[in-house]
């Protein structure tokens, strides 16, 4: 059984955490709970830290639930950049990777990252800038920033 490892490096600009889980439900948690962590490095308004949980849970669920098929046996990066005005989130996996839906205009693949794309639109409205495309090894990876 895999456990998650965190990683911290201070910088002028900010701080990045990055979290590796187990891509298999129960983990997902953890992820939250370094955000919530994060936040106490830098305050955040509760309605704030509520909505990038949502946003972080649906990012998170899209690569447990569909980059590895039903053996879970992969694993899902996680990184947080903490930055004066803003946190970059960033969810990426080494799994089966998505190709943007043929009715996809503008090729972000919504459709295949979450049923009816309804994960890919809350992180939309809750997040300032998102990103959709391939992870660093392959498989897939979703970047999102909120001003803060």
């Known amino acids: 059984m895999g456990t998650g490892t965190e990683h ?5 600009e900010g701080r990045t955490v990055r979290l590796t889980i187990p891509a298999k439900p129960e983990y997902i948690t953890l992820s939250r709970l370094a955000l919530t962590g994060l936040s106490r490095v830098r305050p955040l308004p509760d309605e704030t830290l509520a909505d990038l949980k949502l946003a972080l849970t649906e990012a998170t669920s899209n690569s447990v639930r569909h980059a590895y098929g039903d053996d879970g046996g992969g694993r899902v990066e996680i990184t947080f950049e903490l930055r004066e005005d803003r946190l970059i989130v960033e969810v990426s996996d080494d799994g089966a990777g998505f190709e943007p839906a043929v009715g996809d205009a503008n090729g972000t693949g919504e459709e295949e990252l979450s049923e009816g794309g309804l994960g890919i639109a809350i992180i939309r409205s809750i997040a300032d ?3 959709i495309g391939s992870g660093p090894k392959g498989g897939s990876r979703l970047r999102f920033t909120k001003l803060l």
């Open 8 to 12: 911290v490096d201070a910088g002028v």
């Open 129 to 131: 800038e998102l990103e």
